[in-house]
């Protein structure tokens, strides 16, 4: 946390120094903090702060793909002049223990359209989850475990 803070200090340095608040300007000076951390990482002790990174932007390029991949799914059966899906309630297994885990599991299922996390077990072993389309049940459950679930394990190992 103490390098994340760090990092967040430089890429606003970065932008005082230019005068210019920006986002894109913030975007610019987060980038040039990353690559100030990364030249001194082992002075600093970060070199888990770069492994959390990768599996951070990782997790990020798989929501984005995702979210891409269920936009044009859902636009497909929103557009097909014949309504043949089936929406439904699954229940998920969880493998993910901690309430940050998944919670962010279940943000992203949300985010993602045509799927809504509707609650979590008391036991917090099954996550449900509505579907716009649940002909397939059990592929979907292999979806999100090998998918979300899994680089969200990833980023909190």
Known sequence: MRIFTLHIVLSLAWAAIAGNFSLLNLAVGFVFGF??????????????YFRKSRKIIALTLLFIYELVLSTIKVAILVIKPKLDFAPGIIAFPLTAKSDIEITLLANLITLTPGTLSVDVSDDKKTLYVHAIDATDPEAMIADIANGFEKKVMEVFD
């Not at 690559?35 to 888990?48: H, K, N, S």
């Open 35 to 48: 690559l100030a951390i990364w030249l001194v990482r082992e002075q600093l002790g970060a070199p888990l």
